[in-house]
């Protein structure tokens, strides 16, 4: 039976890509999102299944985990950011936002899978944080914060598993160009445009590749942490 990957955020950017080059070293891969015409679409290319999951909703998480039959691979790549604005503008909105996709998002679909990934004898959790998670910047508060954390989180399970057969990656990106800053901007084409000014960003296939090298590691080897940024980037913010 093929190893199974499963892929949060799989419904555009890198999710989506992770999901291609994965499929393509054979894994069944299973793709995570809210948007299901999208995933179904993409399932159908590559051969794997279809999920619908929304990060931030406790049921939707366990409906999710217990149909997925196995799982050697996960990529928590689901997140992103809302808004952009000082601390004292900061909209509490955009911030439960980030805090519910990213961080906790993180924390109940990783505890929700994590058996499986146990059962699998060789399990791998790859978590999508962001340079971001490694520096401060004016306005993006909410979303520093949250990655951070996001981090944080990744990098305490790694010392609190130590003894399983689970490793653990986080993967920091700098910009990549995807519906990330769309997102951002809520759908502000022009902002969102802007935000790529002077640098050639990333593509979501280059941090895809990135995942398939981790995860294509022999079982002693743990990646801790790799930060990939676009040439001409040299801070987060
Ligand atoms: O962005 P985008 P990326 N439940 O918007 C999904 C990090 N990152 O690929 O639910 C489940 O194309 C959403 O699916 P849907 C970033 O923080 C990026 O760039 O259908 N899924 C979509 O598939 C994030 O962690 C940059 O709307 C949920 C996916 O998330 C990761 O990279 C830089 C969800 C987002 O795809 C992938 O983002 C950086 C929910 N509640 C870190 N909410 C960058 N692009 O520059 C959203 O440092 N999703």
Request: charged share 25%.
């Amino acid at each position: 039976d093929a190893l199974v990957a499963v892929v949060t955020g799989a419904s555009s950017g890198i999710g989506e890509a992770t999901a291609r080059t994965l499929a393509a070293q054979g894994f069944h891969v299973v793709v995570g999102a809210r948007r299901l015409d999208r995933l179904e679409r993409l399932a159908n290319d590559i051969g794997g299944t279809a999920l619908e999951l929304d990060v931030t909703d406790e049921d939707s998480v366990d409906a999710f985990a217990a149909v997925v039959p196995r799982v050697d691979v996960l990529v928590n790549n689901a997140g992103g950011a809302k808004g952009l604005a000082s601390v004292l503008d900061a909209d509490l909105d955009d911030w439960r936002w980030m805090w519910e996709t990213n961080v906790l998002g993180t924390l109940r679909v990783t505890r929700a899978l994590l058996p499986k990934l146990i059962d699998s004898g060789d399990g791998l959790i790859v978590t999508i944080t962001s340079v971001a998670a490694l520096e401060a910047y004016d306005n993006g508060s909410g979303y520093t914060s949250a990655k951070h954390a996001q981090a944080v989180l990744h990098r305490t399970l790694r010392g609190e598993l130590l003894g399983l057969p689970v490793r653990l990656t986080e993967i920091a990106p700098g910009a990549v160009e995807t519906e990330f800053s769309l997102v951002r901007f809520d759908g502000d084409e022009d902002r969102a445009a802007k935000v790529y000014e002077g640098i050639t960003p990333l593509v979501a296939a280059d941090v895809a590749e990135v995942i398939g090298f981790v995860a294509s590691r022999p079982s002693h080897v743990n990646l801790d942490q790799i930060v990939m940024k676009p040439r001409d980037q040299a801070s987060a913010g």
